[in-house]
């Protein structure tokens, strides 16, 4: 089962994608390959394979939580170029959404 055209276009309109006929081609090409080989692996026998999350065992690479000493507020705040008592300043990054305003 292959993509057609159509939906290829559609595809890469929902993506925001401006592909010339040549790339929608091969769009076309690559996402009906992707399709083929989905469905060979939806076709295989899985009876009797446990369900996994990895393919592989993976040992645990976490660390202990352990709580450490760290810098004061007021040492956390020294280098600030801006503040507002305790507070960073940083820019707003929304339109008239200022602290000021």
Do not use: W
Request: with cysteine.
């Amino acid at each position: 089962m292959g993509v057609s055209k159509e939906e290829t276009a559609h595809i890469a309109e929902l993506a925001r994608l401006s592909l010339d006929e040549a790339e929608l081609a091969q769009a076309q090409y690559d996402l009906s390959e992707i399709v083929n080989y989905v469905n060979k692996i939806a076709s295989l026998n899985t009876d009797g394979v446990a369900p996994t999350v990895q393919p592989c065992a993976v040992p645990n690479v976490c660390r202990e939580d352990v709580v450490l000493p760290s810098l004061s507020r007021e040492e956390a705040l020294a280098n600030a170029p801006d503040r507002q008592g305790e507070f960073l300043r940083v820019p707003s990054i929304m339109e008239g959404k200022g602290v000021d305003e």
